[in-house]
């Protein structure tokens, strides 16, 4: 099983990122997906799910400007964020839960 996460990077507030996530050594399709971050300092957390039927859910501290979404015929899990904040800094990980899978993670830096 391997995830591959992308798209982080420095962004302003109030502009957007996609993070990617490729995955690799699994049925996909049969699958549910999670994005977590991790602060500086702070413990990782579940911000966004979809489950292998493409139904989302949030953290609700971000359900309004996250966007987690899939493309079954590339394998591949997204996470839209826009109105970028500060707090949004951290680390991006994909999870396959079923495997308890995760990515290296991907960099997220909010500032102005």
């Known amino acids: 099983v391997q995830l591959v996460e992308s798209g982080g990077g420095f962004g302003q507030p109030g502009g957007s990122l996609r993070l990617s996530c490729i995955t690799s050594?699994?049925?996909?399709?049969?699958?549910?997906m999670a994005w977590y971050r991790q602060a500086p300092g702070k413990r990782r957390e579940l911000v966004a799910a979809?489950?292998?039927?493409?139904?989302?859910n949030y953290l609700n501290s971000v359900k309004d400007r996250f966007t987690i979404s899939r493309d079954n015929a590339k394998n591949t899990v997204y996470l839209q964020i826009n109105n970028l904040k500060p707090e949004d800094t951290a680390v991006y990980f994909c999870n396959a839960p079923l495997f308890d899978a995760w990515g290296q993670g991907t960099q997220v830096t909010v500032s102005s």
């Open positions: 050594g699994f049925i996909f399709t049969d699958n549910h």
């Open positions: 979809i489950t292998k039927g493409g139904s989302p």
